[in-house]
């Protein structure tokens, strides 16, 4: 079968099994495991993943054909992006035999939901100082700590977990990784209101939480390279998703405001058009990082830039939508009240603009590093968090 | 549509930049329009016929191939009437006319293009145009004329009689304007004046020249960046110079995208090419000098001395984003053809 066949039975699929009818909220977690089992049966899960694991074993081509084809549904599979996105490829990537057997298939298939359990109070953008601590006691280790921004941690099944094991020596190099079971006794899953009102993430708690040997991922003390591995994950699947969607549910968009707005006003009109001029600044961007993808140009750092640029848009476009519209743009119930709200969400996850930006300073200029005070300090001698 | 340079047109860049690289390197910029250095540029190169008819003697390439040229033209501040008589090329692609076109393929004729409505009797054309583009470097001008009622581009030998041409001195040292006086300067008639195209081709001509402009002024900061030391430190570790670097190179990929686009527009989709055309002024005319600004204060006081070359770049850029008339009619265009 060619790509083109490939994408059109791929459209004829999706078609016919994306469900497009109302359900209950209660019911979604349901819904998205049976969408995932029919999903995997009809061979289009896990598509670059290797067969012995219950992948597909295609290559990347396929695998875009297939997002291609995907761009006109809304697929049911949100709470399976961190598992399908990072942890699983860092399993396939860093796991044993054993690790790869035990959770890939039961991934692609939708019977287990993962998340990823990394940032700490005291470790964002520095996620290397955290603090949760794995203490070893014969063939398990003993977990205790606090995790936070953990996406659908309340209802994952397995977590992705960076720890603490070797306080001695630099912070890079005391870090283990570990795979925990989220129903284990001593987990506990917080929800975490955000800014906007909403739950879309959680705090979780670990106390003297267990976990045997075999489920660590990676050498003993070796878990940052393996979270470089997740993280380069994130980065490809969160720019992948870049420009993606659409506008069309945007209430800042310019086709939502000049329906609500007096273009005769020559100072709205020039404000439109600035909003215009920067929204097709950065699709055109996206859409040639596309291209240069599949004309096997890796767009490697540069999807950093793409994910700036968005976190700006994103911030400036509710920003000027909620003043021109004016007073009732601050009312709870305008979907304007809640673009404002939600905005500073983008700058913030996967890495604030602040990162991004030392990344696409060092990495795709090769602007000189920062030095760094941090490198060869003993963690237990080490500031970290907040401290006055 | 396409984004991404084919091979041929990665070859295209390559070929002009390592000429430039050596033929006029930026010191030689100061000095003006050299006419040998067209010569090499037309006769190795072809760049001149680049957008010129095949059986005119042209390449019969498109906007994307010209795109690439002026980007690497822009880089290199080329001086003289490089712009000119591109701008001029593209107009003939609406008027066609053999003499001309044949002309500047050969590199036998440089030629300039200006807006400014003459008067015509057939014969000769009398009228004052203020500002023209490398007008005292240019062999030919072609401009719109009125006579008998309707509107026809004509071309004038500049070099011939009825013509007065006065240099201007200029911000941007490295390209200059003169102000030309006709007054029954011998005129011939290429035709009809297209009601349409002919701006929208230059938006797009121009907008790659910014784009050539942009890249080489960060490039020459983000070099500097890693060379100079304050503080103990190199000055592209600080965020506060990285972090300003960073948005710069934020800005050069979105006006890339932009110029691909409007080149692939003009080439292929006409539908789509006054939109595109505006949005390439509206964007990187601005983004241009933003970049060159921000060069020219990174380098701190050494970038302020005459003596630098990170003025040369800034004043280009100021002089390009004024080039076809205050930036704010690409705004007024793009609102009119978003119909708000």
Sequence with gaps: MNL?????????????????????????????????????????????????????????????????????????????????????????????????????????????IWCQLF????????????????????????INGQKVWTSVAHHADWGLLLTRTDVDVPKHKGLTMFVVDMHHPGVTV?????????????????????????????????????????????????????GMGGQKDNPASLEALRRVLDTDDPLVRDELVELHIRSRALALFNQRLAQETKAGIFPGARGSAAKLLLAELTLYQADLATRLVGPEAVLADQPLARAISM???????????????????????????????????????????TQA | MKLVLSQEQQELRAAVRDFLRTASPLPKARDGYDPQVYARLNGELGLSGLVVPEEYGGAGAGMSELAVALEETGAALLPGPFLATAFTALALSLVPDKELQTGIAEGRITATLDDTELTHDGGTASGT????????????????????????????????????????????????????????????????????GIFDRLCVALAAEQLGVMRAALDAIVAYAKIRV?????????????????????????????????????????????????????????????????HLLLHGGIGYTWEHDAHLFYKRAKADEVLLGPPRIHRARLAQLLEL
């Design chain 2, 230 to 294: 304050a503080f103990g430190r190199y000055i592209g570790s600080y965020q506060g110079v990285k972090h300003k670097l960073a948005d710069m190179h934020l800005k050069l990929e979105q006006a890339e995208s932009i110029v691909r686009y409007a080149a692939w527009a003009a080439d292929e989709s006409p539908g789509e090419l006054p939109e595109a055309a505006a949005l390439a002024q509206a964007y990187v005319g601005r983004a241009c000098f933003e970049v060159a600004r921000d």
């Design chain 2, 129 to 196: 145009l203020t500002q023209v583009l490398s007008g005292a470097d240019a062999d030919v001008l072609v401009a719109p004329a009125r006579g008998d009622g309707s509107t026809v581009m004509v071309a004038v030998e500049l070099a011939g009689p009825g013509v007065t041409r006065t240099a201007l001195e200029t911000l941007d040292v490295t390209r200059g304007q003169a102000t030309i006086v006709l007054d029954g300067a011998p005129a011939r008639v290429l035709g009809p004046a297209p009601e349409t």
């Design chain 1, 190 to 242: 917080r929800p975490l209101r955000d800014m906007s009102g909403k739950a879309n993430f959680n705090e979780v708690f670990f106390d003297n939480v267990t976990i045997p040997d075999e489920h660590r991922v990676g050498e003993v003390n070796d878990g940052w390279s393996v979270a470089v591995t997740t993280l380069l994950h994130e980065r490809l699947s969160i720019s992948a998703g870049v």
């Design chain 1, 4 to 112: 083109d066949e490939y994408r059109r039975a791929a459209g004829e699929w999706l078609r016919e099994n994306v469900p497009t009818d109302d359900y209950p909220e209660a019911d979604a977690i349901a819904r998205a495991k049976e969408f995932m089992a029919k999903l995997h049966d009809a061979g289009y899960s896990g598509i670059t993943w290797a067969k012995q694991w219950g992948g597909q074993g295609l290559t990347q081509a396929e695998d875009r054909a297939f997002a291609e084809a995907a761009r006109d549904y809304t697929l049911p599979t949100y709470v399976f992006s961190i598992g399908l996105g990072m942890t699983g490829p860092t399993i396939a990537d860093r796991g044993t035999d054993a690790q790869r057997e035990r959770f890939l298939r039961p991934l692609l298939r939708g019977e287990e």
């Design chain 1, 119 to 142: 940032s700490e109070p005291g470790a964002g953008s520095d996620v290397a100082s955290l603090q949760t601590r794995a203490v070893p006691d014969g063939d398990h280790w003993v």
């Design chain 1, 343 to 385: 905005a500073p969400g983008m700058a913030l996850g996967g890495g604030t603009n602040e990162i991004m930006r030392n990344i696409v300073g060092d990495r795709v200029l090769g602007l000189p590093p920062e030095p760094r005070v941090d490198k060869t300090v003993p963690f237990k001698d080490l500031k970290v968090g």
